[in-house]
């Protein structure tokens, strides 16, 4: 009795493992391709996606891939903090929302979540900011108060050749030395922001601070998570770091990132 060939029996010919190898390194090829030529929007709402089917670790490599890539924003950075928080990340939740606060314009649900979150960490208000003039130079991105002032000092020159044309005339005069003042004021400010220390959060519970800067160091004292500490020195991937006891010492980058520039 003849019987009909059995089928899916997983046994396959030589000449079908070919195809088959080579159907599954051109699926691989065009999926690359594909995810390179995707648009950061397009990589943002892949990120939403994976979030909201509960694959956060998914999704915060995504974050972390576009924040990298220079795509940052408040919205990004707002996400980033929900999905770290949600894995009890808290550190690493409060470092998101103060990035989203350094580029981003003002944003009041920003700055509610770091405040219920900094009470979530026990930390007092001054741990969160060691250097005052960081402050200043969030303004100062802010408003563009930096361009204000160059603005004004340029005014300033109209206004002294108005006066030099029409002697006779006073407010020009007085409008020169008006703009020039503030033009001044507002420079020397953009240079004190500018010239403010770096700053960098814990993100890891109890981070070592070290003697040194080497893998071997020994442990001098204990960083509080979520906690925000001046940068004074770097050296490959630690960092030389102020707590808020005053304790100084080494930290590793992968403990404490900086806000002034996204982790790779």
Same mark, same amino acid.
């Given at each position: 009795?003849?019987?009909?060939?059995?089928?899916?029996?997983?046994?396959?010919?030589?000449?079908?493992?070919?195809?088959?190898?080579?159907?599954?390194?051109?699926?691989?090829?065009?999926?690359?391709?594909? +995810? %390179?030529?995707?648009?950061?929007?397009?990589?943002?709402?892949? %990120?939403?996606?994976?979030?909201?089917?509960?694959? !956060?670790?998914?999704?915060?490599? !995504?974050?972390?891939?576009? +924040?990298?890539?220079?795509?940052?924003?408040?919205?990004?950075?707002?996400?980033?903090?929900?999905?770290?928080?949600?894995?009890?990340?808290?550190?690493?939740?409060?470092?998101?929302?103060?990035? +989203?606060?350094?580029?981003? $314009?003002?944003?009041?649900?920003?700055?509610?979540?770091?405040?219920?979150?900094?009470?979530?960490?026990?930390?007092?208000? &001054?741990?969160?900011?060691? !250097?005052?003039?960081?402050?200043? *130079?969030?303004?100062?991105?802010?408003?563009?108060?930096?361009?204000?002032?160059?603005?004004?000092?340029? !005014?300033?020159?109209?206004?002294?050749?108005?006066?030099?044309?029409?002697?006779?005339?006073?407010?020009?005069? %007085?409008?020169?030395?008006?703009? %020039?003042?503030?033009? /001044? &004021?507002?420079?020397?400010?953009?240079?004190?922001? *500018?010239?403010?220390?770096?700053? *960098?959060?814990?993100?890891?519970?109890? &981070?070592?601070?070290?003697?040194?800067? #080497?893998?071997?160091?020994?442990?001098?004292?204990?960083?509080?998570?979520?906690?925000?500490? $001046?940068?004074?020195?770097? +050296?490959?991937?630690? /960092?030389?770091?102020?707590?808020?006891?005053?304790?100084?010492?080494?930290?590793?980058? #992968?403990?404490?990132? #900086?806000?002034?520039?996204? $982790?790779?």
């Amino acid at each position: 009795m003849n019987h009909p060939p059995a089928r899916g029996s997983g046994v396959r010919g030589p000449g079908s493992v070919v195809v088959c190898l080579a159907v599954a390194l051109l699926t691989g090829m065009v999926g690359s391709a594909r +995810a %390179a030529a995707a648009g950061p929007e397009e990589r943002f709402r892949e %990120a939403t996606a994976l979030m909201r089917s509960g694959d !956060v670790p998914g999704a915060l490599a !995504v974050y972390r891939e576009l +924040a990298a890539a220079g795509h940052e924003s408040t919205n990004l950075y707002w996400n980033w903090a929900q999905g770290a928080a949600s894995r009890g990340r808290a550190g690493e939740a409060m470092w998101a929302l103060l990035r +989203a606060r350094e580029i981003g $314009p003002a944003d009041t649900a920003v700055e509610r979540e770091i405040e219920r979150l900094r009470q979530t960490l026990n930390l007092e208000r &001054a741990e969160l900011s060691p !250097v005052p003039t960081a402050g200043l *130079a969030r303004a100062l991105r802010r408003f563009h108060l930096g361009t204000l002032g160059g603005l004004l000092l340029v !005014v300033s020159l109209g206004f002294h050749a108005l006066a030099r044309r029409r002697p006779s005339l006073r407010w020009p005069r %007085a409008a020169a030395w008006v703009a %020039a003042t503030l033009g /001044l &004021a507002l420079a020397l400010l953009t240079f004190a922001g *500018a010239a403010s220390r770096q700053t *960098a959060v814990v993100v890891t519970p109890n &981070a070592s601070l070290l003697d040194a800067a #080497s893998p071997t160091a020994g442990a001098v004292a204990s960083l509080r998570e979520g906690e925000v500490v $001046p940068v004074l020195d770097t +050296a490959g991937s630690f /960092l030389r770091v102020q707590d808020s006891s005053g304790a100084r010492g080494w930290v590793r980058t #992968s403990d404490a990132w #900086s806000l002034a520039t996204p $982790p790779r």
